[in-house]
């Protein structure tokens, strides 16, 4: 199935044809944000699937230090390093180990092939300018909320394509053409889901638990074929 394919089972189920436009192109008028939102929620309530493994490529440019990328990322696993010399994986550290490594002004910071990573802070509170003298790091964005980002050091001598490598939620559906990993191999639960949270909006939680319990069971399944794949051979525990 497709959007528009979910979004006309969406609106037959609930009964909620006022969240389209009519029933000739079944044109968004509200049913959309109600199937986001239950991706959104099924998405945390299975955990790790396979699919949500990904990786995304990002240019650091010469005497760059950080980057940020806007792709529903959950968590990072690794960051790479590449360019025409070689590969090498950046080591990640905190954000205070960062700051004692280098515990420098960052125009005083010797520029190299960057070693090492850390999750940054993008928040913009205190909006210091970077440049400032005695300051490490400040690399924040006004709208934060939407973004996740990485600071390197040393600040790139050359350029350099970063790999970086999580899980990353299943893309935001936003044309009646789109698919993801719900709507192609379970869009029943994503169905299930936008129906709960559409009730849940005016009925409440107690009145749509029973609904909660179905998506819950039907996820545990899945969770159940991760499990059965990730033991496939395996026949001993490493001691």
Request: hydrophobic share 40%; with cysteine; charged share 25%.
């Amino acid at each position: 199935m497709n959007l528009l394919e979910v979004r006309k089972q969406f609106v037959k189920l609930s009964g909620r044809y006022d969240l389209v436009n009519n029933t000739d192109d079944w044109v968004d008028n509200g049913a959309n944000f109600f199937i986001q939102s239950g991706q959104n929620m099924i998405e945390k309530l299975v955990g790790e699937l396979p699919e949500s493994s990904g990786r995304i490529w990002k240019t650091i440019h010469v005497s760059e230090y950080y980057i940020s990328f806007k792709n529903r990322c959950r968590t990072l696993a690794q960051v790479w390093a590449n360019n025409a010399e070689g590969r090498t994986e950046l080591t990640k550290i905190s954000w205070d180990d960062m700051k004692d490594l280098y515990s420098s002004p960052l125009i005083e910071i010797s520029s190299g092939r960057p070693l090492y990573y850390c999750p940054a802070k993008l928040r913009e509170i205190d909006a210091t300018d970077k440049n400032a003298t005695g300051v490490f790091a400040n690399f924040s964005l006004t709208n934060s909320h939407a973004f996740r980002g990485i600071v390197v050091s040393p600040p790139a001598d050359a350029d350099y394509d970063l790999e970086v490598l999580g899980k990353f939620m299943q893309i935001v559906l936003t044309t009646d053409d789109q698919e993801n990993f719900w709507t192609i191999i379970y869009p029943e639960v994503l169905i299930q889901a936008a129906i709960y949270r559409n009730e849940l909006t005016y009925r409440g939680r107690d009145a749509v638990r029973k609904l909660l319990e179905s998506i819950i069971f039907d996820l545990s399944e899945i969770d159940k074929d991760l499990v059965e794949e990730t033991i496939q051979g395996i026949d001993q525990i490493k001691g």
